[in-house]
Structure formats: structure tokens, C-alpha cells
């Protein structure tokens, strides 16, 4: 990553340092309505630096989610629709279809595409449409107050599991983007997350994988982020840190689910495993102190 | 715009099976008259009308659109998709449109009702689209048989909030064919999603058709998204938690469909002129309310037909207009009386107003609409000749 290639004279650095780290210009300067500690604000930043070194952000048509990050349009400084729960894999296919020149990008959260839009993920995915999804998984209902997901792990309390996630009753949860990447549509899954700074610099590699598939002319691609959610939890921020580092990590794992690129993968990190090295050109994404 | 606007059509499109090598031949040719399906016909006046994409589910009555789209949107380098769900197709339309695209999309009753959320949110947020219902018998699965039992949904609240939609209601294939037209115009001058409702009738009869096909001009907004390339970025929402700010945008919304109800009334009269009684029906109903009133006619009863074009906004100052010279007035309907009460609330209880309906699929027959009228007749009829019975506005 070329860190001056973003900074983009708004913040200049004396001529005897080297400025290493400034907000890209699509990023909004603004405080977000984010919880402390929410994994949400990293994830729009990462995408931030992924659409400016792409040269993206004038092409990108996105489409929001109902969820937390319904206000996604206010942080990234695109042109965004508004799509109702779990439909902005449709509303994307319908943007992909009529401009083909568009880079469509898909923001959603748990609820929104592992429950109430299976329908539309699952067949964007078979359509194979040239899209990429942005999935963010924090396994619980954080704008509503906390309920169950289906993402939430067994024996989790939440308001709507208030004796913790029993399987007999509740179900378990759903690794979706394992059930996406046996499609042939799909082209790219990955699982990635935000729990530490090695493992966000391995998620941008992902996300800028999933948007190279997508210039690149190849079918669907998803990242799937799991995220801390400190509120719902009942957690502080670190000890959401931990928890994602831990159990969820061992629940949903991280790494390359599918990758079809074959030999047009080029250089660009991310289709390595996750638990291989960091990419190079990601190694550098250190978070805010 | 997107580059699949070919405005009236290419020159000489390859003609799919079934398709008049004419249709789309010029001037001369779209005045021939060719026999077609409606749900055919409204394909093809969608096509011939610019429409960039269509996204639609199969379902009975009106699967014949979906095919004849499925032919010919591709061959026309236009975008045809056919969705997981009505759900889907309604989504998908509601993303070309937020691009500036001209989109249509069509269903029938149970697929019109899972439309509901995204034509709510279309509303909300300014999208035009053109959405087509040939209604079916209902309520739940029902049955495949024509219907009209979605007037309710149509003009009251398909979806949630405070909104409205226009609703065009076309009485022949031909008149079919213009209202898509004008759907597409509607749409984008108030920037509204549009509903053309058809039946199954009037989707599935053959008839000859004019072919008088119109490509409205486009009116591109500066709210489309297209890439924020040397623009700020644009977002197309219906979202605002601050209650102010949402009674602004629905204020709004009420200043659109104020400014709708004044210029885009539209409404037919059929020998109403010297008539002593009328006939409020739309659609397939009107055809079978106009053999009534000429049966009637040959019986010496002066009725005439008052039919409205556009369901919302309803015609209620020239249905009251009309209300002012008759004994009493006859709502026929396909379905257990829906439009009849925005009939009452026009008329505002100057004569009686009565209502036959038949549900399930059935049609009445021309014999058992003037049987109505005579029921009507005789009882207005009684109550002149003894002042002391005052009609009841035709609910007894």
C-alpha cells in the first residue's frame, strides 16, 4: 500500500518526515454513530483504503444495509442506495445489470443477510452476479438491542436468548459463506477479522481481493468479517477482542473458503489462508493508537 | 442513462417467434392492428416505450409478460433477469431505477402483495417504476380466475407509511398498450413507482391491437446514481430518525400527490349525457357494464358508463358532477365491493348508490348487471312515490 497515495495533500507532513498514515479522501471526517469499540468503524476504514488504491470511489455505486451500519452513506463518501432487509443483493444485481461499468459493492451485517435475506444472497451468488459483498458478522441484532442471530453461538445469551442459545430450540449457527462457496457462481470467499491488527491487515487483503475479482470481470465475491459487538455482548471492548479471537474465531473459521481466480489471482494478496503470512502491501494497516 | 435506450426502437429488431415482424418496423407499421394477448401487448408497449430492464417471477395470469420479455429484452441488448422471488424482482428493480434506468417489473395478486415492502420504500425514496398487476381472484393463493379484489391494496396502502401511487386501470388491450406509456411518464415527472392493473381477462383475451406505440421522453434527474465522478456522492434513501426531518420528506410527499390528484385525473364517459342513472366500473368490469347499458338502453332505461382510468387519483369531482343529475348510481366490480366505497364518498349521499360484484374468478354477465340496475331503478322509483322513504345511499 502506498500510504501518500490517499493522503491527498490534506494533511502534509513536515520535509523532514514521511507522512505513513492519513484518512483516504472517501472516508468522511466525522465521528460515526458506532458503539465504543464496535468493529464496524474498522471495517469502513479498511474499505475506504481498498476503494482509493483501486481508484474505485467515483465508479462505486454501494448499497446499504438495514442494520447498525444503515448509515454506512455517511462515513463513505459514495453513492449509495438504500435497500430494505436482507434485499441488497437483489437491489445490487439490478444496479450490476444496467451499468455494467459500475464497481457494486453490497454492505450487510448478520441479520440482514444470514436471515431475513438468504433468499437474495443465495441466489446473487448462484447468479454468480459481478458484485462484492461486504458481510459483516458480529452474531447478534446490535441496532435493535441485542437479540439472537443466527450467527450467534450456542449457549450465547442475548435479549431474545436469555438463557443462552439452546440448539434444541434455537437452532445453530450458520456458517453462510461456506454454504455461498460451493456455488460456481462464486468466485471468491474468504473469512477474515477485526479481533487484532494482524488479523485486520489479512481482512483488507481479503477485501481488496473481493474488489479485484470484481474489476477483473469475475463473478461473486464475499468477505465475511466477524466483528466485535461490546454492547450486545455485555462485554467490555477488550474482552470482545478476546472473545472474537476465541470462540467465535474457532466457531467461524478464517482463512480463503474458495478462491476461482485461478491463475488471474496476480499478485494481490488474499488468497492465501489466512493463517499464512500477511500479504505484503497490507503488512502496513496498523489501527488508529 | 444506461446505454440500452434504443428510444423507439431499433430499426429492425430480429422478430422472435409469435412477434409481428411489423411491430417495430415504423410509423406506418405501428398503426397496423395485429392480434395479440394483453399481457403480450403490454410487454411489447414497455419495450416500444424504452423500458431498459425488466426483473419478474413466474405466475399465473401474467407469466406470458415474463416470457415475452424474456425473448425480447436480450435480443434488444436490454436487461431481462428472472428472479429467486417477487421479493428479488422487486429489489432488482428498485436498484436499475436507482441508476436512472427505466424498469418495469410485473406479477399478479400473491406476488403483488410480497412487493408491498419494496414499493414502500421506492415511494419513500423517490424511485420511479412501472409495476404491473393482472389481478387474480384472492384472498391468499385464491385462484387464477380474473379479479379486481385488489383495488384496496392498489390505492390504499400496498405498503407501509403514508404514500400513494398512481394507479392506471385500462379497459382494452389498446388502451392498455398507451397507459404503459403514459406509466412510464407519471413515473418519472412526480418520480413515483406507477401501477398499471390489468385481470386476468384483459391479460390473457386475444384482440386486435393498434400497435400505437409512444416512447415518452426521458426525464433524467440529478438524483440518479451513477458513480459520484465529479459530483458530490448522491444517496437514494427513505431513512431519517430525526421526526422533523421525516415530517418535512412526508410533507413533501403530500405536496407530489396533491399536485398528482390536480393534473392526472383521468376518467371515460359513455352516453352519460342525457342519462338517469350510471354505471361506475373499470376494467373488464366496464366492458360488461357498457353491453348492460346498451341492453338497457334498448329497454328505454337511460343509463350511461362513468369509468375510471386512474383508480388514485380517484375522479371524485367528476363522479360527483355526475352524481348531480341521476336518480342513483351502480358500482359493478369484480370483487366484493371496494371501489364502490370511494364511489360513496364522491357521490357524499346525493342519490343512492348500489353495488353488484361477483368474486372468485366469475364475471357478471351484461343480463345480471341490468337485473342490478332494474333492483336499483325500481327502488329509487319507490321511494319518490313515497316521500316518507328516504333513500339509504343504496347500503341496505
Given amino acids: ?289 | 442513462m444506461t446505454a440500452h435506450h434504443e428510444g423507439s426502437g431499433p430499426a429492425s429488431p430480429p422478430s422472435p417467434a409469435g412477434m409481428p415482424a411489423t411491430i417495430s418496423a415504423g410509423d406506418s407499421a405501428r398503426r397496423s392492428r395485429v392480434l395479440m394477448k394483453g399481457n403480450e401487448a403490454i410487454a411489447e408497449a414497455a419495450i416500444q416505450a424504452g423500458c431498459d430492464a425488466y426483473f419478474g417471477y413466474p405466475i399465473t395470469p401474467q407469466a406470458e409478460l415474463l416470457e415475452w420479455m424474456a425473448r425480447r429484452m436480450p435480443e434488444l441488448g436490454r436487461v431481462f433477469v428472472q428472479a429467486e422471488s417477487e421479493l428479488g424482482a422487486i429489489n432488482m428493480a428498485l436498484g436499475a431505477a436507482a441508476t436512472g434506468a427505466r424498469v418495469m417489473v410485473s406479477s399478479s395478486s400473491p406476488g403483488i402483495s410480497l412487493m408491498a415492502e419494496a414499493m414502500s420504500y421506492m415511494a419513500g425514496s423517490g424511485t420511479p417504476m412501472v409495476l404491473v398487476n393482472v389481478m387474480r381472484a384472492g384472498p391468499g393463493l385464491g385462484g387464477i380466475g380474473p379479479s379486481q379484489s385488489d383495488y384496496f391494496q392498489a390505492t390504499k396502502g400496498h405498503g407501509h407509511g403514508d404514500y400513494r401511487v398512481p394507479v392506471l386501470a385500462p379497459a382494452s388491450i389498446d388502451e392498455a398498450v398507451e397507459l404503459v406509456a403514459t406509466a412510464f411518464e407519471l413515473a418519472e415527472k412526480y418520480r413515483t413507482p406507477v401501477m398499471l392493473v390489468a385481470d386476468g381477462i384483459l391479460g390473457q383475451a386475444m384482440e386486435p391491437v393498434s400497435l400505437r406505440f409512444r416512447t415518452p421522453e426521458r426525464r433524467t434527474g440529478d438524483w440518479a446514481l451513477t458513480g459520484a465522478a465529479g459530483r458530490p456522492p448522491r444517496i437514494v434513501k427513505s431513512i431519517d430518525l430525526v421526526p422533523e426531518v421525516l415530517e418535512r420528506r412526508n410533507l413533501d410527499l403530500q405536496r407530489k400527490y396533491r399536485e398528482i390528484r390536480r393534473h392526472e385525473v383521468r376518467w371515460d364517459e359513455w352516453q352519460l349525457e342525457d342519462a338517469e342513472y350510471a354505471i361506475v366500473a373499470y376494467g373488464t368490469a366496464a366492458r360488461v357494464a357498457r353491453s348492460a347499458v346498451a341492453r338497457a338502453r334498448e329497454r328505454g332505461i337511460k343509463v350511461g358508463l362513468f369509468r375510471p382510468v386512474t383508480l388514485w387519483p380517484f375522479p371524485e369531482r367528476e363522479l360527483a358532477r355526475v352524481s348531480q343529475h341521476v336518480h342513483g348510481i351502480l358500482t359493478v366490480e369484480l370483487s366484493s365491493g371496494q371501489m364502490v366505497e370511494d364511489v360513496r364518498l364522491a357521490v357524499e349521499g346525493r342519490c343512492p348508490v348500489a353495488f353488484h360484484g361477483r368474486m372468485g374468478g366469475l364475471v357478471p354477465t351484461p343480463d345480471e348487471v341490468l337485473g342490478a340496475l332494474k333492483a336499483l331503478r325500481g327502488k329509487v322509483q319507490r321511494a319518490a312515490a313515497d316521500p316518507a322513504l328516504h333513500h339509504d345511499g343504496g347500503r341496505s
Avoid at chain 1, 461499468?101 to 451468488?125: K, P, R
Avoid at chain 1, 471468491?188 to 474488489?211: H, T
Fill in chain 1, 1 to 289: 500500500m502506498t500510504i501518500d497515495a490517499h493522503s491527498s495533500g490534506r494533511t502534509s507532513a513536515p520535509a523532514d518526515q514521511r507522512l505513513i498514515y492519513a484518512r483516504p479522501e472517501v472516508l468522511a471526517d466525522r465521528s460515526t454513530h458506532y458503539c465504543p469499540g464496535c468493529g464496524h468503524g474498522v471495517i469502513h476504514r479498511l474499505l475506504a483504503e481498498v476503494l482509493t488504491e483501486l481508484e474505485l470511489p467515483a465508479h462505486t455505486i454501494a448499497v446499504a444495509p438495514v442494520g447498525c451500519a444503515v448509515f454506512a452513506y455517511d462515513y463513505l463518501m459514495v453513492d449509495w442506495v438504500e435497500a430494505p432487509h436482507g434485499r441488497a443483493p437483489a437491489v445490487a444485481t439490478g444496479i450490476r445489470r444496467v451499468r455494467p461499468e459500475a464497481f457494486v459493492l453490497t454492505y450487510q451485517g448478520d441479520g440482514d443477510l444470514a436471515a431475513i435475506g438468504t433468499a437474495e444472497i443465495v441466489h446473487a451468488a448462484a447468479r454468480g452476479e459481478r458484485i462484492t459483498a461486504i458481510f459483516v458478522n458480529n452474531g447478534i441484532y446490535g441496532m435493535t438491542g441485542g437479540q439472537m442471530a443466527p450467527t450467534t453461538l450456542l449457549g450465547q445469551k442475548t435479549t431474545s436468548s436469555p438463557s443462552g442459545r439452546e440448539p434444541s430450540l434455537m437452532g445453530y449457527p450458520i456458517r453462510i459463506t461456506e454454504m455461498l462457496a460451493q456455488l460456481p457462481g462464486v468466485t471468491y470467499a474468504a473469512r477474515g477479522s477485526v479481533a487484532d491488527a494482524s488479523q485486520i491487515g489479512k481482512l483488507k487483503a481479503m477485501i481488496k481481493k473481493a474488489c479485484r475479482v470484481q474489476i477483473d470481470g469475475g463473478g461473486f465475491a464475499i468477505v465475511e468479517a466477524i466483528s466485535n459487538c461490546p454492547v450486545g455482548w455485555n462485554m467490555t471492548p477488550q474482552e470482545s477482542l478476546d472473545h472474537l479471537r476465541g470462540p467465535v474465531a474457532r466457531a467461524y473459521p478464517l482463512g480463503v473458503i474458495v478462491d476461482r481466480t485461478g491463475a488471474a489471482a496476480g499478485p494481490q494478496a488474499g488468497s492465501q489462508p489466512a493463517g499464512g503470512p500477511a500479504a505484503p502491501g497490507s503488512a502496513s494497516v496498523q489501527p488508529e493508537a
